[in-house]
């Protein structure tokens, strides 16, 4: 596959900031983001919002960071160092996801912004209050560049069921009413399908992605490795339909390498951009 061009030593990369959580586990979270972004030749910076205690059979629980450290964190690193795009994963709680908004739009950031609405693991372990899901679509949506749900997500965020093309339209249609450019409605966990289709709308046009549905289980940080892949293309000036397509790639050549981990499920691996 075609990747991202990387930097030659000495110069200095791109930038994309990550406002995600800590998986101690190392499987998803901001662990897998900065192996993407690594991997991608593009430097990662972090706002850490939650550190999780979790492992490959599931999330024990999490400490939430304080408002004005996630605040802290986004502010130290776009007035010193800048950033070219973000992305978000678990963000917890209301206020955190309230303070980023306010922080977003004191600092006045105008760079692509992709939200990645982390509601729950793979296991169903709640990962964001229940209580913050108005604040993520009222606050965060309208200033997101891309929104990237996967079936659950939809079920809780829209109240909608996607089982077939037409109900993923469906959603797709109301994601962007919420307020984001473009939303990205995933068809990984339609299991009814042998072909894994994302369906990207952006208000005018559907634009789908296909790969194939590859029997892996050891599937953690999937979301999260292909929303980072989609942020470091944007970095790049990447149109939003061109980088869902690289991201797509990307997280489906990083299912493909995936390895066992523990007792239950490992994670994706884009580690096969090293080579053999
Ligand atoms: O894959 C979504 C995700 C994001 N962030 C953290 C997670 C998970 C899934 O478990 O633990 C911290």
Known sequence: MNFL?????????????????????????????????????VHACVAVTAVTMQNTLGVTGFHEVPDDVVAGQI????????????????LASSSIIATLAATWRRLGLTVPLVVDPVCASMHGDTLLASSALDTLRDQLFPLATLVTPNLDEVRVLLDMDVVDSTSQRAAAKALHALGPQWALVKGGHLRTSD????????????????????????????????????????????????????????????????YPLGGGHGPVSPLFRLGS
């Open 5 to 41: 061009p990387l930097p030659p030593p000495g110069a200095t990369p791109l930038r994309v900031l990550t406002i995600a959580g800590s998986d101690s586990g190392g499987g998803a979270g901001l662990q897998a983001d900065l192996r993407s972004m690594a991997l991608l030749g």
């Open 195 to 258: 072909r894994s289709r994302d369906l990207l709308y952006d208000g005018a046009d559907f634009y789908e992605f296909d790969a194939p549905r590859l029997p892996v289980s050891d599937d953690h940080g999937g979301g999260d490795t292909l929303a980072t892949a989609i942020a470091c293309a944007l970095a790049h000036g990447f149109t939003v339909p061109d980088a869902v397509g690289f991201g797509k790639r990307w997280v489906t050549e990083s299912l493909r390498a995936a």
């Open 75 to 90: 502010e130290a690193v776009v007035t010193d160092i800048g950033i070219q795009a973000a992305k978000t994963g678990m």
